[in-house]
């Protein structure tokens, strides 16, 4: 147990599904991200919220759409996709600001694994 | 640009041997150094960090890791693995102390198998 929980764990869609992915920290931090992982590809950060304010994007296509209503949930909704989006979702967490306690380090979720059809 | 570098993609060792995964950084500035394991369709698991002061870390499992900086390396070690061990090991730096920006940097990762 990680103290970061994400659902559905699989998740099969077809192309013009709509979605969400859900994530939930029970660790009082304040910021947290989305990646995804693919297979023979580097993590990439997709979404990064602090304080529930979204922080950075990094060029992500608009069929992903990130919602953060409050520090401790984290939605991707997604609608869509395409084949290639096909990948391992993790959701992280960590402390925000500029406290002692954040340091970088991320507490990671267990992922959503998504296949799109 | 920062960067990390784990130049062995997968790695195979009997069970029982020793272990070294090697990581390289790119980094102007001390870095804030950490090893991730990830077991096959779970998320990653934190193995150790690098600060500052001592420059051989101890973490959980048995690994341990040794900040060179002359070597800008941080190589994760184990002396004797055990077949749980196998995964997906990821070496992660830090480009900007505080803030939450994002900032931790991953290698694409040394799957290790081990052999019976």
């Known amino acids: 147990e990680t103290g970061v929980t994400q659902t559905p764990r699989h998740l099969v869609m077809g192309m013009t599904n709509k979605k969400s992915l859900k994530c939930e920290q029970h660790l009082g931090h304040n910021a947290m991200y989305w990646y995804k992982q693919s297979a023979k590809k580097p993590l990439e950060l997709m979404f990064v919220y602090s304080l529930e304010e979204r922080v950075e994007n990094n060029s992500v296509p608009s069929r992903f759409s990130p919602e953060c209503p409050n520090s401790s949930h984290l939605f991707l909704h997604l609608h869509t996709l395409q084949p290639e989006d096909s990948a391992l979702y993790l959701c992280?967490?960590?402390?925000?600001?500029?406290?002692?306690?954040?340091?970088?380090?991320?507490?990671f979720g267990e992922g959503s694994r998504l296949t799109v059809l | 640009a920062q960067s990390v570098t784990q130049p062995d993609i997968h790695i195979t060792v009997s069970e029982g041997a020793s272990l070294e995964l090697r990581c390289n950084y790119s980094y102007g500035a001390t870095p804030y150094l950490f090893w991730y394991v990830q077991s096959p369709g779970q998320g990653l698991q934190l193995l150790l960090k690098y600060f500052s002061g001592d420059t051989l870390v101890q973490g959980i499992k048995g690994f341990e890791a040794e900040f060179k900086r002359s070597q800008s390396s941080f190589n994760l070690r184990k002396p004797s693995v055990h077949w749980s061990d196998a995964a997906e090991y990821f070496c992660a730096v830090v480009t900007a102390y505080g803030g939450s920006q994002g900032n931790l940097i991953f290698g694409k990762g040394t799957k290790l198998s081990v052999k019976p």
């Open positions: 992280a967490s960590s402390p925000a600001g500029q406290g002692a306690d954040n340091t970088g380090e991320l507490f």
